[in-house]
């Protein structure tokens, strides 16, 4: 069974679609709006458009076209000027990577948290796309991480989109960049915890403010069902520190998520249930 799902979520403030395969395979057509309900297929054109690589200003005609079809879905109110709308095409092209059915597309407006992202996609495994529209600023870190983990049924949460039988369940990893060390470990528990621990000291990477990183990655874990420890061991460039957590997640994810030989069918835990 494909390991994949498509997020919609639409709020006064914010649109926000997400595609993602945790095994890196092609991106299906299947969506669930954010509270759970299934939406059936996503719109045919979009996905289309998604499949070909079409231009960016296309596949932004069809989110308008294709949004949530409940009445009281508010239109969102876009107020990007032209200078935003240049800078957003450049951070598209840095956060772009297709390899074989594996593809990796992340436009939320915030070039820093595109990064991110496009660095937890590529060594956590997945194939990810992620489109964002709105007031980006305050809302779609944490609900690009939060909506990350939903599966095609409707129920959130790794642990479930994974099936958790015959899985490893436990994740770890260290990842460095340059001067900077993170450890992270994480726990398939269906007890929803996060220690998140960055030391960060500016105020802002680029135009995301620092205080999201540790909100986002705690509403993540929330969203997933998991117990997450991220820790920056030493560091003294704020951009290695973070970079740095999100790639030690992205493999302890992967690890956590990949099956046991032997262990098919089984769960991972004493009580027989997660």
């Known amino acids: 069974m494909a390991r994949t799902s498509t997020l919609s979520r639409t709020t006064n403030e914010t649109q926000i679609r997400i595609w993602i395969h945790l095994d890196g395979g092609p991106l299906t057509e299947s969506t669930t709006t954010s509270n759970g309900d299934s939406k059936g297929k996503v719109d045919g054109e979009l996905m289309k458009l998604v499949e070909k690589g079409e231009r960016e200003e296309e596949i932004d005609e069809e989110m308008e076209k294709g949004g949530d079809d409940d009445d009281d879905t508010a239109k969102l109110d876009n107020n990007d000027d032209n200078d935003n709308d240049n800078d957003g095409k450049q951070q598209r092209m840095h956060a772009s990577?297709?390899?074989?059915?594996?593809?990796?597309?992340?436009?939320?407006?915030?070039?820093?948290?595109?990064h991110m992202l496009h660095a937890l996609a590529k060594h956590a495994g997945w194939s990810l796309r992620v489109r964002a529209k709105g007031d980006l600023h305050s809302q779609a870190?944490?609900?690009?991480?939060?909506?990350?983990?939903?599966?095609?049924?409707?129920?959130?949460?790794?642990?479930?989109?994974?099936?958790?039988?015959?899985?490893?369940?436990?994740?770890?990893?260290?990842?460095?960049?340059?001067?900077?060390?993170?450890?992270?470990?994480?726990?398939?528990?269906?007890?929803?915890?996060?220690?998140?621990?960055?030391?960060?000291?500016?105020?802002?990477?680029?135009?995301?403010?620092?205080?999201?990183?540790?909100?986002?990655?705690?509403?993540?874990?929330?969203?997933?069902?998991?117990?997450?420890?991220?820790?920056?061991?030493?560091?003294?460039?704020?951009?290695?520190?973070?970079?740095?957590?999100?790639?030690?997640?992205?493999?302890?994810?992967?690890?956590a998520t990949s099956p046991v030989a032997g262990r098919e069918g089984e769960i991972p835990s004493t009580k027989g249930i997660l």
Not at 98 to 110: A, C, F, L, N
């Open 97 to 114: 990577q297709k390899h074989g059915s594996r593809v990796i597309e992340v436009d939320t407006g915030i070039g820093f948290l595109d």
């Open 141 to 255: 870190f944490q609900q690009a991480l939060k909506n990350t983990d939903t599966d095609t049924t409707g129920t959130k949460g790794i642990t479930r989109t994974t099936g958790m039988a015959g899985l490893a369940r436990f994740g770890y990893a260290y990842a460095p960049l340059d001067e900077a060390l993170s450890r992270a470990v994480v726990d398939l528990s269906n007890r929803p915890f996060a220690v998140v621990e960055l030391g960060l000291r500016r105020e802002r990477i680029g135009d995301l403010s620092t205080e999201m990183l540790p909100h986002g990655l705690a509403s993540f874990a929330q969203a997933a069902g998991v117990t997450l420890h991220v820790d920056c061991l030493r560091g003294v460039n704020d951009h290695h520190r973070a970079e740095s957590a999100f790639k030690a997640l992205a493999c302890a994810i992967r690890m």
